[in-house]
């Protein structure tokens, strides 16, 4: 992979971790509503715009036969991890929210080795153990602290988005269009949510729908961003880049807000961060006596 190209996936990534903490920053914004009825209206917008975009290319919708299983799976594990982080949004700070989202590419690392057969060495095992010890800082584990559930299923939506992230690589490599998968993934999540939305549909403002349509429009944009991104680089090499999302989290927070995490989040912070960069600098420097060689 030359220069340009991995500076193409590396952009993606970035808008991608931008448009990301627009959109918990827009689903915060909405108040008070049911997670799943946020969950709904952010994968509709995502679903229309992806249709659009298709028709708009005069594209088909092609989907393999030996991929729908693996369509499903993405689409189960991402409507799972998305749910997830709505709850933990709505009950924790943004940036604390998003960075136990973002424990996601330590965990698309494991299930690669899994799914992709994508091998793991020793140093990188140290690191997603690390990942997972800086996560519970941010979690804070206690029987006296309120967060702790929100935390816990916040992280849990990072581990199933590890899994969906994988999942889009893997059709990426059997042929299926990115677009392809944001339309089946984001028409999934609709069918899911609506008979919760039908049955607990929480009247909204102006306003708040206003809102809801924000944040289905940034992600949108970012799960164009990144589906591009993972469908032709390994996470390995550019998920680290994923992590800008906090640094945009956490001044979006603050601004808007007034969110100032605690010190044990900010040190929580400082090492999945560091471990993130240790294993992208692991990553690169593996690969440079094959590059030599070829």
Same mark, same amino acid.
């Given at each position: /992979? $030359?220069?340009?190209?991995?500076?193409?996936?590396? #952009?993606?990534? =970035?808008?991608?971790? &931008?448009?990301?903490? @627009? /959109? $918990?920053?827009?689903?915060?914004?909405?108040?008070? #509503?049911?997670? =799943?009825?946020?969950? &709904?209206?952010?994968? @509709?917008?995502?679903?229309?715009?992806?249709?659009?975009l298709l028709f708009r290319r005069k594209q088909r919708i092609e989907i393999y036969r030996g991929n729908i299983k693996d369509l499903l799976l993405r689409s189960i594990f991402g409507t799972v991890g998305i749910s997830c982080n709505f709850y933990a949004v709505d009950r924790l700070f943004i940036a604390d929210?998003?960075?136990?989202?973002?424990?996601?590419?330590?965990?698309?690392?494991?299930?690669?080795?899994?799914?992709l057969r994508e091998k793991i060495s020793l140093f990188q095992t140290i690191v997603v153990i690390s990942a997972f010890a800086g996560s519970m800082l941010v979690v804070k584990p206690s029987v006296t602290n309120m967060d702790f559930l929100p935390g816990l299923i916040g992280l849990c939506g990072g581990i199933c988005a590890g899994a969906a992230y994988t999942y889009v690589r893997k059709?990426?490599?059997?042929?299926?269009k990115g677009t392809v998968t944001v339309i089946f993934f984001s028409g999934f999540s609709c069918l899911v949510t609506l008979p919760f939305l039908l049955f607990d549909y929480h009247t909204m403002t102006l306003v708040q729908l206003g809102w809801l349509l924000l944040a289905g429009l940034a992600a949108t944009g970012g799960q164009f961003a990144i589906t591009a991104a993972y469908c032709h680089a390994p996470a390995k090499e550019i998920s680290v880049?994923?992590?800008?999302q906090i640094l945009f989290s956490v001044f979006l927070g603050y601004v808007v807000f007034g969110q100032i995490p605690d010190w044990y989040s900010i040190l929580g912070y400082i090492i999945i961060i560091s471990v993130a960069i240790s294993m992208f600098l692991y990553n690169l420097a593996s690969k440079e006596p094959a590059s030599v060689s070829g």
């Open positions: /992979m $030359n220069k340009r190209s991995i500076s193409k996936r590396i #952009l993606y990534i =970035v808008i991608s971790a &931008f448009c990301f903490a @627009l /959109m $918990n920053l827009f689903i915060s914004l909405s108040g008070e #509503l049911p997670f =799943v009825q946020k969950s &709904f209206f952010r994968n @509709l917008i995502a679903f229309i715009a992806a249709l659009f929210a998003s960075m136990l989202n973002k424990m996601s590419p330590f965990f698309a690392v494991i299930f690669s080795f899994f799914m059709l990426g490599n059997g042929g299926t880049y994923d992590y800008s």
